[in-house]
């Protein structure tokens, strides 16, 4: 579907630019055994594609303590750069989170993630992306809420594929957030969207079935929706053209990334070439991978190997729905 835009981007150096929030998640299993492990949804799905072979961008803010040099160690060991990485005086931000096989349920301690700040560096990088990729969490605060917009702007402007994680939490907003017709009418610049369920219901309300959500997210415009629906696969509208992939079944120890690693592995496929059905396979396998660990980030087999195995996810046939 982006296959046209994305060959005109051969030359550009970055496959996508993420800007949003980098974290130290704080994970207690069953036994209350307490990890502080990477997190930030933004910048897991960086550290995935750059261990997917790509080359991620990631444009956040975190604070000058011992969590931030867990960060960026965390960083340099996978060779990310830290280009548009900005430290601030205040702490870096954390969530807590139980491990969870269901959706975790965050507690959020909010400090450095929203100072990010629209510098001549970033301007330049969005010129030299192909998919610019932004959460819901920067839109929540200033001065990051500004810095999305223009970014926005200026990745439309460049004709960067544009696409966004709208990880709603009502914990997460301020007086400072995006009104909600805001939200809504900024839906009109997005290529790409990934929502949950429940996303869906916190941007058009309760109450209505995967298919009015689906004509809702349409309505507003957006190529290609990705919605996930945890073990019942993803529903997928491609231009108005809808289809519903089965999930894998697996055993889950945690479900903390799984959607990160989703946003990887389709964007790993999509970067390489591959059509909707045989992206969406790849996403559902490194979900996978990512499900059986505990916390958002675990080493991953090269991508040669996730498109061999890309049958074993595609088997089962997609199922047109109109």
């Known amino acids: 579907m982006f296959k046209e835009r994305l060959s005109v981007f051969t030359k550009r150096p970055h496959d996508v630019l993420l800007m949003g929030e980098l974290l130290v998640d704080e994970i207690r299993d069953e036994n209350n055994t307490l990890f502080l492990t990477f997190g930030g949804s933004p910048s897991n799905i960086a550290l995935n594609l750059k261990q997917l072979g790509l080359n991620p961008l990631l444009s956040a803010t975190i604070g000058n303590d011992a969590e931030a040099r867990f960060l960026l160690s965390t960083l340099e060991k996978y060779k990310l750069s830290t280009d548009l990485i900005r430290t601030v005086d205040e702490p870096t931000s954390r969530v807590q989170l139980s491990d969870s096989k269901e959706t975790p349920v965050p507690i959020f301690k909010r400090l450095s993630d929203f100072y990010i700040d629209y510098s001549e560096r970033l301007n330049e990088s969005i010129k030299t992306t192909k998919i610019f990729h932004f959460s819901y969490w920067p839109l929540t605060k200033e001065p990051s809420k500004s810095t999305v917009l223009k970014a926005i702007a200026r990745a439309k402007a460049e004709g960067v594929i544009i696409a966004f994680d709208p990880n709603i939490h009502n914990d997460l907003k301020t007086a400072e957030t995006l009104s909600h017709d805001l939200l809504l009418g900024l839906l ?10 429940d996303d869906a219901a916190r941007l058009f309300g309760d109450g209505y079935s ?3 959500y689906m004509d809702f997210f349409e309505a507003a415009g957006i190529p290609l929706i990705l919605m996930t629906l945890g073990k019942d696969g993803v529903y997928v509208s491609e231009q108005g053209q809808r289809r519903h992939f089965m999930a894998n079944t ?8 799984a959607g990160d ?3 990887s592995g389709f964007y790993a ?5 591959l059509d909707l ?8 396998s490194i979900s996978a991978i990512v499900l059986q660990s505990i916390g958002a980030i675990t ?10 195995r890309r049958h074993d996810y595609a088997n089962s046939l997609s199922q047109p729905s109109r």
């Open 188 to 197: 009109k610049n997005v290529d790409i969207i990934k929502p949950s369920l």
């Open 210 to 212: 995967k298919d009015q």
């Open 250 to 257: 697996i055993d889950v120890l945690d479900a903390t990334g």
């Open 261 to 263: 690693a989703f946003w």
């Open 269 to 273: 496929g999509l970067l390489n070439g």
């Open 277 to 284: 059905a045989d992206s969406i396979a790849c996403a559902q």
């Open 299 to 308: 080493e991953l087999p090269s991508f040669s190997k996730i498109y061999q």
